[in-house]
């Protein structure tokens, strides 16, 4: 046997590797799948259906339902693999639904995607992949996984405009040493060109946007049907709880929000600076309520460096779309923990991820739970 390590890392040549590739029926793990067949893998692909797939047929971005499995399975007969579906309606609906819903009546602002990855996808179908012998699971993600020292690193994918490493931030050390990403050192454009040249139907299928089992993006929609109870009207207040106006229910409204308030006679905008579940309020505020410069996290998962009891210098994102800011995170033994930001940066939510970064390194991150101006 050569010590020669194979594209995936593995001492052994490609055949006698077997990987199951995490299909959705998307151009991005398709190519995932094709790529490693043609470079003489032992490939398997799965699919999972995660939820009911009536309204997702004939809407465009959607992914795990109707036309997306069809998708995949005709993806893996053209390039001939066995492909297989499994049934994860159920467990998708507890973990990832019912808490998407729930997160949001707490007054939250779930990340669904990252709960999908952390349960569903990196936990569940990692299982699945071990029980069919695979010696790794690959996935279509736009982020790097590089070997450091004998000791796997998540990094940031080479497309910056890709990059979902920032919902990736609760891959544990376990799980990281499992899988692969083959498309993380490559742009769009080049995925894309790989799927004409490996002729694949989905070649020019447009990528998933929002949230998956949410049709057209209405949030509250979703919720009220499946807790009717949770449009609950209540008090629009500012600062001091004096009453403003009226909401039709917390889950209506987000942090930062401006526009749909219905509070006039004001002579200054107003922004969402809190919801408050237990009181069914709508707190507002002028903009400068917003900014926080101390950000509190829980269910802490962390890959990187140690950290010292005066913490460690980081590059931290708050929110998918923001730019890091750099800043020093400090965490305890109980998965709860902090980040001091250099600058106070504004509309942090709790319910989305705080994500520290080394570089293009993940180190880590958990659940925002609250912020302050300063600590």
């Known amino acids: 046997m050569s010590e020669e390590l194979n594209s995936l890392g593995f001492a052994k040549a490609p055949k006698e590797t077997r990987v199951v590739v995490a299909m959705s029926g998307g151009v991005d793990s398709s190519v995932t799948a094709a790529l490693l067949k043609e470079q003489g893998f032992d490939v398997v692909g799965i699919t999972l259906q995660l939820y009911d797939h009536g309204e997702a047929v004939q809407r465009k971005g959607a992914c795990c339902a109707g036309q997306d499995i069809h998708d995949a399975r005709n993806v893996a007969a053209s390039i001939g693999i066995p492909h297989y579906v499994l049934d994860y309606e159920s467990r998708f609906r507890q973990a990832v639904i019912d808490d998407f819903a729930d997160s949001y009546i707490r007054g939250e602002t779930p990340l669904p995607c990252v709960r999908c990855n952390q349960t569903v996808k990196f936990a569940d179908l990692t299982q699945t992949a071990r029980d069919l012998g695979a010696d790794c699971l690959a996935t279509g993600h736009y982020v790097q996984r590089q070997v450091v020292d004998g000791v796997p690193q998540l990094c940031a994918a080479l497309d910056k405009d890709k990059d979902q490493s920032y919902f990736l931030f609760a891959t544990t050390a376990e799980q990281l040493d499992f899988l692969r990403f083959p498309l993380g050192g490559m742009s769009k454009s080049e995925v894309r060109a790989l799927a004409e040249r490996f002729n694949l139907q989905v070649a020019d299928k447009p990528d998933s946007q929002d949230i998956c089992f949410v049709p057209n993006g209405k949030y509250a929609d979703v919720i009220a049907k499946i807790r009717p109870n949770a449009a609950v009207p209540g008090d629009i207040v500012d600062m001091d709880g ?101 600058k106070a940066e504004a509309g942090v939510s709790p319910g989305q991820a705080c994500v520290a970064y080394e570089g293009e390194r993940v180190l880590g991150g958990g659940w925002i739970v609250g912020a302050e101006a300063a600590i």
Do not use: C
């Not at 009226?246 to 929000?257: K, L, P």
């Not at 002028?286 to 900014?291: D, G």
């Open 242 to 342: 004096a009453i403003l106006g009226q909401h039709d229910g917390i889950i209506n409204y987000t942090i930062g929000q401006r526009k749909g308030l219905k509070v006039g006679g004001l002579s200054t905008p107003v922004y969402v600076v809190r919801l408050d579940a237990d009181k069914n309020q709508v707190v507002v505020g002028p903009k400068e309520a917003l900014m926080a410069q101390a950000v509190y996290f829980k269910e802490a998962n962390w890959i990187g460096s140690e950290i010292a009891e005066d913490g460690l210098p980081v590059s931290v994102k708050i929110r998918s779309t923001a730019n890091p800011v750099s800043g020093r995170v400090f965490l305890t033994k109980s998965g709860l923990g902090h980040v001091v930001l250099d």
